[in-house]
Nanobody
Framework: QVQLVESGGGLVQPGGSLRLSCVAS????????MAWYRQAPGKERELVAR????????NYSDSVKGRFTISRDNAKKTVYLEITNPKPEDTAVYYC??????????????WGRGTQVTVSS
């Protein structure tokens, strides 16, 4: 069984900073691509940032480019999202996603339960 667990959400002031973490655990053979999505009230879930298996390639949505940074530590099976200069419109539940090969080497898409980020003064 594979699990993704996010942490680090909370209340942050505009212009501040916050770091989200997501740890993969369970019967894992390898962790491939990972990403952060978010969903604001009344809106669809959207891709925020994605990182390749060895961290050599990253992609960002236009709305966060230059303010958010995705990174990973494969030894810890952890992906991070550094949020800087947040804006009220960044308020959302942030979800971790990972394409992971389980112990049987079967690839699958896994989601965390989400962590709330609220940007407000």
């Amino acid at each position: 069984q594979v699990q993704l667990v996010e942490s680090g959400g909370g209340l942050v002031q505009p212009g501040g900073s916050l770091r989200l973490s997501c740890v993969a655990s369970g019967s894992i053979f390898s962790v491939l691509s990972m990403a952060w999505y978010r969903q604001a009230p009344g809106k669809e879930r959207e891709l925020v940032a994605r990182i390749s298996p060895f961290g050599t390639s990253t992609n960002y949505s236009d709305s966060v480019k230059g303010r958010f940074t995705i990174s990973r530590d494969n030894a810890k099976k952890t992906v991070y999202l550094e949020i800087t200069n947040p804006k009220p419109e960044d308020t959302a539940v942030y979800y971790c996603w990972g394409r992971i090969r389980d112990a049987s080497k079967r690839p699958g898409d896994y989601w965390g339960r989400g962590t709330q980020v609220t940007v407000s003064s």
